[in-house]
């Protein structure tokens, strides 16, 4: 008799009369041959899912693992073109001054470039509204000429940026010193929050559009193939400060880091990538001291990104009377990982207070700054 019972219930397929299986059997017996194929397939299976399932391990980086290996030093000297006088008119290093706190970091880095006797003018990119006219003496004191510039707002009205970061687009308008009456051709960004150790004047004979170095971080992900912006080289054109602002509408990048996320999308495949020591990220020394012992000979630039003996926690600002009892309490912090480059920046901030007294007077004229020569120690 024909199985009626299934007709009944699929109405799509009604006119379909199933046949009765066979000796009471829906499926005849398998085969040993086939039971030893689908033995196989189940395992491989099995494995399968184990490799796509297991944490995925990578390749350690040799920096974890750091051994002084190498026996030469970083730059060639002989192998670094000769730039023309024409070539060093246009040539600048430029850093920038957001709020007033960061004035005494600015004055510093200035010194620092001048013991390191560089051979490129000094600029500083200001936003007229937000700096003080005394932070603004105070930051010029030691040989960075002030240009104004205008803010860029973060995209998005700020939305998930961390709130230290939230004028740093602003950095875009490197690209427009090519419009300056003396043009700039070729400049080396630096952050306020840096010292400078040795010349960096070999980078003007870079011969790329842009260069930055590695990103390190104390935690994960360590050291890193994105670049971070506190040092960069680059070639100013406006053109190419358009096509910067356009992308920001559309490019997509984790907003928390700002412009330096962005910028790491946009130059994402022209990089070049610097050596460690120009950008002494203090992270280094956390993260891996070995290699940062290893660059100590070398160290370009010292960029205080973990601590800095001028703020209060990072953000807050000291005032100038402060500032030497701030730099003894940041030695301490951190178990005292950083105490000799917080010493450092201790010495070279009085240091300028006393080389540049006579400027520094000047700009008291307009607050009650504290004399330099009565600096405590």
């Known amino acids: 008799m024909p199985n009626m019972r299934l007709a009944r219930y699929l109405p799509r397929y009604r006119n379909y009369i199933p046949l009765e299986p066979r000796d009471g059997l829906l499926l005849p017996k398998p085969t040993l041959l086939q039971a030893c194929f689908a033995g196989v ?23 974890d693992d ?27 290093i430029v850093t920038t001054l957001y709020s007033d706190s960061y004035a005494p970091a600015v004055a510093t880095l200035g010194h620092s470039l001048q013991l390191v006797n ?20 105070l930051a010029t004191a030691s040989g960075f000429v002030a240009h104004p510039v205008e803010r860029i707002a973060p995209p998005g009205s700020g939305r998930g940026i961390r709130k230290q970061f ?100 946009f130059f994402a495949t022209d990089v070049l990538r610097l050596p460690l ?44 009377d402060r500032l030497a009892d701030r730099v003894r309490e940041s030695a301490e912090e951190y178990k005292g990982v950083f105490r000799e480059e917080m010493l450092m920046w201790g010495d070279m901030w009085r240091e300028t207070r006393r080389v540049y007294s006579d400027k520094l007077r000047e700009c008291m004229i307009f607050s009650s700054f504290p004399d330099p020569e009565n600096d405590e120690r």
């Not at 560089?118 to 003496?137: D, F, G, N, V």
């Open 277 to 320: 020591a120009y950008n002494g990220n203090l992270a280094i020394k956390q993260r891996a001291p070995k290699v940062w012992e290893s660059l100590q000979d070398e160290l370009r630039v010292l960029h205080y990104t973990v601590n800095k003996p001028f703020l209060y926690d990072s953000s807050r600002p000291v005032p100038l």
């Open 66 to 92: 750091y051994q002084q290996l190498k026996r030469y030093p970083m730059l060639n000297q002989s192998a670094i073109p000769p730039l023309s006088e024409d070539d060093w008119r246009g040539a600048a």
């Open 41 to 63: 397939f189940a395992f491989s299976l099995l494995l399968n899912i184990i490799h796509f399932f297991r944490p995925i391990r990578t390749l350690p980086s040799p920096l």
């Open 118 to 137: 560089t051979s490129a003018r000094m600029i500083m990119m200001y936003i007229p509204s937000q700096i003080s006219p005394e932070a603004l003496c």
């Open 166 to 265: 939230v004028d740093q687009y602003t950095k875009l308008r490197l690209w427009t010193l090519d419009t300056l009456s003396e043009p700039v051709r070729r400049a080396v960004y630096i952050d306020s929050d840096t010292l400078v150790l040795h010349s960096l004047d070999e980078l003007f004979a870079l011969p790329y559009a842009f260069a930055a170095g590695p990103d390190v971080w104390a935690g994960d992900p360590g050291f890193t193939l994105a670049f971070n912006a506190g040092v960069l080289f680059l070639r100013p054109d406006s053109a190419l400060f358009g096509s910067l602002v356009a992308a920001l509408g559309v490019a997509r990048y984790p907003p928390a880091f700002a412009e330096q996320a962005f910028l790491n999308q």
